[in-house]
């Protein structure tokens, strides 16, 4: 019987020593420094979607890594950027690492795709309104300046829907002041949660 008790004992230790342990980050950048931040670059969609998942990635980020400093960049073509299929060149890179004094580059786009939309005719008093469905996929690069190389990609897509008063001729969504409205934030928080997986401690 005393066995018995023992070997549930250490059964049990061995359990929640395994349940509460950490598992580290696969991409660890928390022994610090600073980390530089370009604005995602966005296909197949107008308005404010590239500076409201930039804001995202940088916060979970910060919450990831307190310890380092989050640089913001600024937007692709502001940088003229030329590789990648992002027109972003490795050299780009190490010039801004040298002149920023970063060690860090995390960079991508967000890609609007399979986009299937219905526009809503009304009488003439009313505007006329679309509805869409789509696929949006983020991909996110890391450049390390000590290796001078990107080493690390990684994507992840979302499948969503959008309602919105202004269009063009491609049926486009425009993420403008609608995107500001919190069912948007959410959609965009969960695409980029998702992709940053590599970059958050689990437990």
Not at 75 to 98: A, H, Q, W, Y
Not at 100 to 120: C, E, P, T, W
Request: proline residues 2%.
């Amino acid at each position: 019987m005393k066995n018995i008790i023992v070997i549930l004992i250490i059964v049990l230790f061995l359990f929640s020593c395994s349940a509460s342990k950490v598992s580290p980050p696969k991409i660890d950048l928390r022994t610090g420094g600073r980390i530089g931040v370009i604005t995602f670059k966005v296909e197949n969609a107008r308005g404010v979607l590239d500076e409201i998942a930039t804001e995202i990635l940088v916060g979970h980020l910060k919450k990831y890594y307190e310890k380092s400093e989050i640089i913001l960049l600024g937007k692709p073509e502001d940088i003229m950027l030329k590789e990648f299929g992002l027109d972003v060149s490795i050299k780009t890179l190490e010039n801004l690492c040298r002149e920023q004094k970063l060690d860090n580059i995390i960079f991508g786009k967000i890609i609007v795709s399979n986009i299937r939309a219905n526009m809503k005719v009304k009488s003439l008093l009313q505007r006329s309104r679309i509805s869409a469905k789509f696929r949006m996929t983020a991909e996110l690069n890391l450049y390390i300046a000590l290796s001078g190389n990107v080493t690390w990609k990684g994507s992840s897509y979302k499948e969503g829907d959008a309602s919105y008063d202004h269009y063009s001729r491609d049926l486009n969504p425009d993420f403008y002041v609608s995107d500001k409205d919190e069912s948007y934030r959410k959609f965009v928080r969960k695409l980029i949660y998702s992709l940053t997986e590599d970059f958050r401690s689990s437990r």
